[in-house]
């Protein structure tokens, strides 16, 4: 999973102007004169306030979920390299029992004959329940 993009978490609405009410960021060139945002809704000062405090509070949601996605990922991301350094650590025991059975049954190492049938019978894996 990749972070978002700037662009993708930019605001929805910023008019440009040094006072619009939903920008973020107020660096750069910037107009002067009033958040022309919701001018449509300039002739119901109320209703625009309302739709104001409803778009903020959705802007506030959405960073708190943003926010937490971002942790759900990097858990995701941690747990899948634990995960990927069993995977390998598994295949180097897989690896060095196989090395093992093969040094009992090849060299015929000097070990009773009952130890010797256990021993491999755990290194194939034979002893489990
Ligand atoms: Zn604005």
Redesign the pocket.
């Known amino acids: 999973m990749s972070a978002p993009s700037k662009e993708e978490r930019a605001p929805v ?5 040094n ?5 973020r960021q107020r660096g750069g060139m910037r107009t002067n004169g ?5 001018k449509e809704l300039d002739h119901d000062p109320e209703r625009r306030r309302e739709v104001t405090a409803y778009l903020l509070a959705l802007a506030y949601e959405n960073e708190r979920l943003r926010g937490d996605l971002d942790a759900a990922v990097s858990s995701f991301n941690e747990a899948a390299d634990h995960l990927n350094r069993a995977q390998d650590e598994n295949e180097r025991l897989r690896a060095e029992r196989a090395e093992c059975l093969a040094m009992v049954e090849n060299y015929g190492i000097p070990i009773p004959s009952e130890v010797r049938s256990r021993l491999l019978a755990k290194l194939r894996g034979h002893d489990k329940p």
């Open positions: 609405l910023d008019c440009g102007d006072s619009c009410r939903f920008a009033g958040c022309r945002c919701l």
